[in-house]
T-cell receptor, first 110, second 112 residues
Framework: AQRVTQPEKLLSVFKGAPVELKCNYS??????LFWYVQYSRQRLQLLLR??SRESIKGFTADLNKGETSFHLKKPFAQEEDSAMYYC????????????FGRGTSLIVHP | NAGVTQTPKFQVLKTGQSMTLQCAQD?????MYWYRQDPGMGLRLIYY???????DKGEVPNGYNVSRLNKREFSLRLESAAPSQTSVYFC???????????FGDGTRLSIL
C-alpha cells in the first residue's frame, strides 16, 4: 500500500532561517511526488513536482529514492511562506489512488 | 476564468438528511476528484473520475456517491448524512489523471 508521511505537524522558524519540510513515502512502483501549499483563506495549489525539477518561490525538493524521501527546502524563509504544506504521491502509470500526507503547518516569525 | 467552482460554500444538515455538493470546472480537464479534509488527517480521496463516464472509489468512499454528469461537472451526494461526515470537502481537477492540478474553494459541511 502506498503511504505518505509528514512527521511534523508544525514547523516554526524565524524569517531568514533555512526551512526543511520532511516527506517520506512508501510505494512499490515508480512514484511521482508533489508538494501542495494552502495559504490562509486561499485555495490549495500545486507548488512543485519532482519530475519538473523546478524551483518555485525559492522552494526546491529532490526525490531521494534510496531514502524514499521528498523533502521541501528553502534556504531563507519569508513571512509569506507561512502556510499549510502537503506532500503527495501518485504513480507514473497504471491505476492508482493519489495519496496526500497529513500536512505540515509552517509558521515563519518576523 | 473561474477554474474549479464548488457550491455551496457552507451547509448545515441534520443527521439523516441528504445533500448534493456540486462541482464544475471550465478548463476542459478530463479528471476530477472529491476530497475531504479533516484536522490532522490531511486530504483523503473520496471518489475520482479519470475521464468522462468513469468513476472510481478512493480511500474513503463509504456513505458517498458521485456522478460525472458531463466533462465539466462532478457531483458528490450524501444520501443519509452522519455526524462523521462533518468536514471540508474539496473538488479538484487535472488535465489527464495523476495528481490534481486545480482545487475549488471548498465546502464546509456540518452535520448535527
Amino acid at each position: 500500500a502506498q503511504r505518505v508521511t509528514q512527521p511534523e505537524k508544525l514547523l516554526s522558524v524565524f524569517k531568514g532561517a533555512p526551512v526543511e519540510l520532511k516527506c517520506n513515502y512508501s510505494y512499490s512502483g515508480s512514484p511521482e511526488l508533489f508538494w501542495y501549499v494552502q495559504y490562509s483563506r486561499q485555495r490549495l495549489q500545486l507548488l512543485l513536482r519532482h519530475i519538473s525539477r523546478e524551483s518555485i518561490k525559492g522552494f526546491t525538493a529532490d526525490l531521494n529514492k534510496g531514502e524514499t524521501s521528498f523533502h521541501l527546502k528553502k534556504p531563507f524563509a519569508q513571512e509569506e511562506d507561512s502556510a499549510m504544506y502537503y506532500c503527495a504521491l501518485s504513480s507514473s502509470g497504471g491505476s492508482y489512488i493519489p495519496t496526500f500526507g497529513r500536512g505540515t503547518s509552517l509558521i515563519v516569525h518576523p | 476564468n473561474a477554474g474549479v467552482t464548488q457550491t455551496p460554500k457552507f451547509q448545515v444538515l441534520k443527521t439523516g438528511q441528504s445533500m448534493t455538493l456540486q462541482c464544475a470546472q471550465d478548463m476542459n480537464h478530463n479528471s476530477m476528484y472529491w476530497y475531504r479534509q479533516d484536522p490532522g488527517m490531511g486530504l483523503r480521496l473520496i471518489y475520482y473520475s479519470a475521464s468522462e463516464g468513469t468513476t472510481d472509489k478512493g480511500e474513503v468512499p463509504n456513505g458517498y456517491n458521485v456522478s460525472r454528469l458531463n466533462k465539466r461537472e462532478f457531483s458528490l451526494r450524501l444520501e443519509s448524512a452522519a455526524p462523521s461526515q462533518t468536514s471540508v470537502y474539496f473538488c479538484a481537477s487535472s488535465l489527464q489523471g495523476g495528481q490534481p492540478q486545480h482545487f475549488g474553494d471548498g465546502t464546509r459541511l456540518s452535520i448535527l
